[in-house]
């Protein structure tokens, strides 16, 4: 009896523990679902504010351009500066934008669906890469296998087709020579 009260006394205080860790994780992740959407927020602003300095950079190049028609060499000289400046921001802009969400290509909507296919860290891209790569070998080597086994195959029913058909062949003069000597 003494026992299985002890037992008992362990039991609740292992479940006391399990609550408080519960408890823990709860708030955890509630703080994790409070990020997610500060970050999804935060990704939307950006796409937004990088969407619209790409409009104008696009429209300040074309003005740009316009203005280089009529100006003198001074002012060519501060207009390729700009565009220089402008080339680099793009440039800026563009590794902004690898780590933002983008729209999946037709492919991939139509393989995955309207799916988040981001990756937030260099090491999560590059090891991403590294197992596609991996994929990308195994299914070559699978579809060379393949590729061969059919082949083999294909020469090998052509092989017996031909092969059956001379003895049918064979099989067939030396019944009617047979036949011819049996007769004589």
């Known amino acids: 009896m003494a026992s299985a009260t002890m037992s008992l006394e362990r039991c609740q205080s292992e479940w006391t523990e399990i609550e408080q860790e519960y408890q823990q994780t709860q708030e955890t992740h509630k703080v994790y679902r409070q990020k997610l959407e500060e970050l999804t927020n935060l990704q939307a602003i ?41 080339k680099e921001r793009q440039n800026v802009f563009f590794d902004m934008e690898s780590y933002l969400p983008k729209k999946n ?66 099989h067939q003069k030396l019944q009617k020579n047979k036949e011819k000597v049996k007769n004589n």
């Open 105 to 170: 290509g037709l492919y991939l909507n139509l393989v995955l669906g309207n799916v988040n296919v981001t990756l937030l860290s260099n090491q999560a891209k590059f090891a991403y890469k590294d197992e596609y790569e991996k994929f990308k070998l195994y299914m070559t080597i699978i579809l060379m296998f393949g590729a061969v086994f059919m082949l083999a195959l294909t020469f090998l029913v052509l092989f017996l087709g031909n092969f059956l058909t001379t003895l049918k062949v064979v």
């Open 46 to 86: 950006c796409s937004s504010a990088i969407s619209k300095q790409r409009k104008g950079l696009k429209d300040l190049k074309h003005s740009l351009h316009k203005c280089t028609k009529t100006c003198n060499e001074k002012e060519t000289a501060v207009i390729n500066d700009l565009k220089v400046q402008i």
